[in-house]
Nanobody
Framework: QVQLVESGGGLVQVGGSLRLSCAASGRAFSSYVMAWFRQAPGKEREFVAA??????YYADSVKGRFTISRDNAKNTVYLQMNSLKPEDTAVYYC?????????????????WGQGTQVTVSS
């Protein structure tokens, strides 16, 4: 089992940048598929990015602006967010799974962090 704690959210102006971090506790962090999702008020939780081991997947809405990375030695996954837009405003969640496949789907991930708020002001 793994526990996840996100940090790094905050208030930023349009065009600005933020880097989110997700620290994982537990063993065998390198064996987990790690992902980021987000949920805006009144909307369903949506996929942002996933890093199943050596592959990387992004939602079309963030491709070219966001970068997911991981440091297995630090048990941490990151989300670098550049060129932020008001529509990026949401609570961002880190998620983990030990199974391959369905990287875009919320039910594929049994482990979730508590979320960190990102607000982009215009």
């Amino acid at each position: 089992q793994v526990q996840l704690v996100e940090s790094g959210g905050g208030l930023v102006q349009v065009g600005g940048s933020l880097r989110l971090s997700c620290a994982a506790s537990g063993r065998a962090f390198s064996s987990y598929v790690m992902a980021w999702f987000r949920q805006a008020p009144g909307k369903e939780r949506e996929f942002v990015a996933a890093m199943p081991w050596s592959s990387i997947y992004y939602a079309d809405s963030v491709k070219g602006r966001f970068t997911i990375s991981r440091d297995n030695a630090k048990n941490t996954v990151y989300l670098q967010m550049n060129s932020l837009k008001p529509e990026d405003t949401a609570v961002y969640y880190c998620a983990a799974s030990q199974r391959a496949g369905n990287y875009y789907r919320v039910p594929a991930y049994p482990y979730w962090g508590q979320g960190t708020q990102v607000t982009v002001s215009s």
